[in-house]
């Protein structure tokens, strides 16, 4: 019998010498300007730390501005709006001459508190490979010794059809579908209302991207991300959205771009509360049993299930899913 001293945590018992997969919150929140990136610090306050902050460089820096752009997001992410240091930034693309600029600016000025850096319109493995060494490059000749995630959006031709290998780069944490210029990129070939619902998950082309993304993320420890749902204002559209990226697809995450978008994806994605009260049983049973395997409500369990359900209550704590006082006791004391 394990005394209470022994017993083993499951991130020890479970991932031991491995990489674990990474439990990031299910929505990011896209903000453009210094105005709506400190109502989306304002928002985490508000509604609690369950989504992350995309600074944009990309879409939000006027031409001719790119400096000044990313030196505000360096000021406001190192201020103390930037309470829980959940905000990455995303930076211009490789044709853009500003992208190497970005770079040096954001990892120079707020590489100690930068969650990560958006990559988009990669075009090849080549690209994105060169991108993240640059990025490695500027934390090392600033001193910054942690490892910066990466986010890569797969919205070319040439980045899908390297989307595998893409994947297996050092540093990359999510790939991004980005649907929008995925369709342009088609010349036609798909319909405007693909970029909406039903259209989005249902034409084949896009059916196929999407599951071909998402395989080779999760095949390589990386968090697939769905695009965004171009209507702002309807919450129900939103969520209709994300539960199909999440149920049907598994994407694990989703963008937001209006402030009303972030609960309906964050409820969407959030695990099963009576899978969470399972899991929590389960994995207290085996934690005891020393995690050997063990029988619960007349089923096997071993560590192939207690390793889903360890992501699946540590999915529970980030986006607030009640978790039974035992558990949370025993795993997030």
Request: with cysteine; net charge negative.
């Amino acid at each position: 019998m394990v005394t209470t001293q022994q017993l083993v945590h499951p991130k020890d018992a479970l991932f031991s010498g491995e990489k674990s997969f990474p439990i990031i919150p299910s929505c990011e929140h896209f903000a453009g300007s210094e105005k709506l990136i400190l109502k989306a610090l304002s928002m985490q306050d508000t509604i609690g730390p369950v989504f992350d902050i995309t600074c944009d460089c990309e879409d939000g820096a006027q031409a001719g501005q790119e400096r000044d752009h990313a030196e505000m997001i360096v000021r406001v992410l190192t201020s103390e709006a930037n309470k829980h240091q959940m905000a990455g930034a995303r930076i211009h693309d490789y044709t853009h001459p500003a992208w190497k600029q970005d770079v040096d600016i954001l990892v120079g000025g707020a590489g100690q508190v930068l969650s990560y850096i958006t990559i988009p319109k990669c075009t090849s493995y080549a690209q994105a490979s060169e991108m993240i060494a640059y990025i490695q490059k500027t934390a090392t000749f600033n001193g910054i010794e942690r490892e910066i995630p990466v986010h890569i959006l797969i919205e070319t031709h040439g980045a899908l059809k390297t989307v595998h290998e893409i994947a297996t780069l050092p540093w990359v944490q999510v790939l991004d579908f980005g649907l929008m210029d995925f369709v342009s990129g088609h010349h036609g070939a798909i319909p405007a209302s693909a970029m909406r619902s039903p259209g989005q998950f249902e034409h084949r082309l896009l059916a196929r991207a999407k599951a071909e993304l998402v395989a080779a993320a999760l095949a390589n420890g990386v968090v697939p991300a769905h695009n965004v749902t171009l209507d702002l204002k309807n919450v129900d559209t939103t969520h209709s959205d994300a539960s199909r990226a999440r149920n049907e697809f598994g994407f694990l995450r989703m963008w937001s771009i209006y402030p009303t978008q972030i609960e309906a994806i964050v409820d969407a994605m959030k695990p099963n509360f009576d899978e969470v009260q399972d899991g929590a049983n389960i994995l207290l049973a085996a934690q005891k049993a020393d995690w050997g395997p063990i029988q619960y409500d007349g089923e096997l369990h071993d560590r192939a299930t207690y390793r889903y359900f360890w992501e699946i209550l540590q999915k529970a704590k980030l986006t607030k899913v009640a978790i039974p006082a035992e558990a949370a006791q025993a795993f997030f004391s």
